[in-house]
């Protein structure tokens, strides 16, 4: 029985995982993406320059793609709280459920009554109307990820709360709301959604671009994206160091797993590479940095770290903590290197060389790595716990057969990997069409140029016409 219970466990967690894994690559789209909407349109209302609204049209359309694709896969996640984990919401839904409710009130219905207009009413309200409802479906996006990023760094630090028979019982909701991880985790997501969508754009205008779009929209696209991931990528890091200290404070033993630390020490080394063994509770082939981890994280450097060790077995994984927080920060470092190579190559020659672009569509969905990276890190680090020091994540798993999971898992991963493959299908036949139609229109606007300036050949017997 104990063998099936630890099965049952495995394959929801790798449900859960693959659910939110999917589900997390849209949203990061679209919060940010939808503020560029925002500014899309607004430059048009202030220029009233075409080639804004050109820019606007193209991108709105898959604006609605992603935001469609993510309300679906949305659903699944509130879906298995009650199929994989019941005593979430039995031990905790007092507080988990109002959140979630007012994400829906808030944010879900702001998105869904403006939505329409800005889709479909930009030649049927005033252009006021329109822009104000670009806004306002941006500033739903937003607070989405607000209630959602307060929900979940609850389960993290929890506060606000008192436990009655072992549920927990709300307190202080704004003690719930902002906890103690709260602020440096929701701006570490808005910026990491502002790093994913600006590189997106900047992918698939390079690819239109390359496929030889030679308007201006795809241009100041392109250029826009650019300049917003050089200055966000730097303010990513000021963030992720403030959400370290942060981390560091409320969830040590976190922080040791991601940076390989078995033994309390002082000046603690920062690993570039390593193989944490969690059999001989050791590192294999380090190499590091004296005493760097201890600066950035402790900004001294004989600052103490402590160890794995000194939490009794009561850690996360090692390896995929170690692992994947290295790679976040390395396409981070390479998102900041791109933006900056990219800003300096227009301002100097005010386009990009066909390697740079060749980079930037390489890079299109570099975001969903680190950010997938990243989330790996947190929500695994948070093991063995659902909610820190109140629900365990074995605690609340289902009983059903392992083999119902099983099914369940698979029927999503196959639906899953078609709804990628035809998300990213159509993105870039979206990317081709528009450098065709464009083409057409640019052939068509000549043609009509030319016969609007051809000159008048008057017939030489004007009586020949009688």
């Known amino acids: 029985m104990q063998e099936v219970l630890e099965s049952t466990l495995v394959l929801s967690r790798i449900q859960f995982a693959a659910n939110i894994s999917f589900h997390i690559l849209f949203p990061t789209i679209t919060i940010a993406l939808a503020w560029l909407l925002f500014f899309f349109k607004w430059r048009f209302q202030r220029t009233q320059h075409p080639v804004w609204m050109r820019v606007y049209r193209f991108w709105v359309k898959i604006f609605a793609l992603t935001f469609a694709l993510g309300v679906v896969t949305g659903i699944t996640m509130s879906f298995q709280f009650?199929?994989?984990?019941?005593?979430?919401?039995?031990?905790?839904?007092?507080?988990?459920?109002?959140?979630?409710?007012?994400?829906?009130?808030?944010?879900?219905?702001?998105?869904?009554?403006?939505?329409?207009?800005?889709?479909?009413?930009?030649?049927?309200?005033?252009q006021w109307v329109h822009t104000l409802a670009t806004l306002l479906v941006a500033v739903g996006t937003s607070m989405s990820a607000f209630w959602i990023i307060a929900l979940n760094s609850w389960m993290h630090t929890p506060a606000g709360f008192y436990l009655e028979h072992g549920v927990a019982m709300p307190e202080s909701w704004l003690a719930i709301i902002f906890n103690p991880s709260m602020p440096y985790r929701l701006a570490h997501m808005m910026l990491a959604s502002f790093l994913t969508a600006s590189f997106f754009v900047a992918g698939i205008s390079a690819y239109r671009i390359l496929k030889g779009d030679s308007k201006r929209a795809p241009r100041l696209a392109l250029t826009t994206a650019v300049v917003l991931a050089a200055v966000v990528a730097p303010l990513q890091m000021f963030v992720g160091d403030l959400h370290g200290l942060n981390t560091l404070e409320h969830q040590p033993q976190k922080i040791a797993a991601m940076e390989g630390v078995w033994d309390t020490e002082r000046g603690a080394p920062l690993l570039l590479f390593a193989w944490p063994d969690e059999t001989t509770r050791a590192n294999r082939y380090e190499v590091g940095v004296p005493k760097l981890a201890s600066v950035i994280l402790t900004h001294d450097p004989d600052g103490e770290i402590v160890g794995l060790n000194d939490f009794a077995l009561n850690h996360p994984p090692v390896k995929p903590l170690f692992f994947g927080f290295r790679i976040m920060v390395a396409v981070g470092l390479l998102m900041l290197t791109l933006a900056w190579l990219s800003v300096w190559h227009l301002w100097r020659r005010g386009n990009l060389p066909a390697w740079l672009l060749k980079g930037l569509v390489a890079m299109t969905f570099s975001g969903w790595?680190?950010?997938?990276?990243?989330?790996?890190?947190?929500?695994?680090?948070?093991?063995?716990?659902?909610?820190?020091?109140?629900?365990r994540t074995a605690d609340a798993v289902t009983t059903q057969p392992s083999a119902h999971v099983a099914?369940?898992?698979?029927?999503?991963?196959?639906?899953?990997?078609?709804?990628?493959?035809?998300?990213?299908?159509?993105?870039?036949?979206?990317?081709?069409?528009?450098?065709?139609?464009?083409?057409?229109?640019?052939?068509?606007?000549?043609?009509?140029?030319?016969?609007?300036n051809a000159p008048v050949v008057k017939p030489a017997h004007s009586g020949a016409m009688l």
């Not at 507080?95 to 800005?118: Q, R, S």
């Not at 099914?407 to 990317?431: D, E, G, K, N, Q």
């Open 369 to 391: 790595v680190a950010t997938l990276a990243g989330w790996y890190v947190t929500e695994m680090g948070r093991q063995p716990w659902l909610v820190t020091g109140v629900l």
């Open 82 to 126: 009650g199929t994989n984990w019941p005593l979430f919401m039995e031990r905790v839904g007092n507080i988990a459920g109002p959140l979630l409710g007012y994400e829906v009130l808030t944010a879900f219905f702001l998105e869904a009554t403006f939505l329409g207009i800005m889709l479909f009413g930009i030649n049927r309200v005033p």
């Open 407 to 452: 099914l369940s898992l698979a029927a999503y991963l196959i639906v899953y990997a078609f709804l990628l493959w035809a998300y990213l299908h159509t993105v870039f036949h979206m990317a081709k069409k528009s450098v065709a139609v464009e083409e057409y229109e640019t052939k068509s606007l000549q043609e009509m140029s030319a016969i609007a």
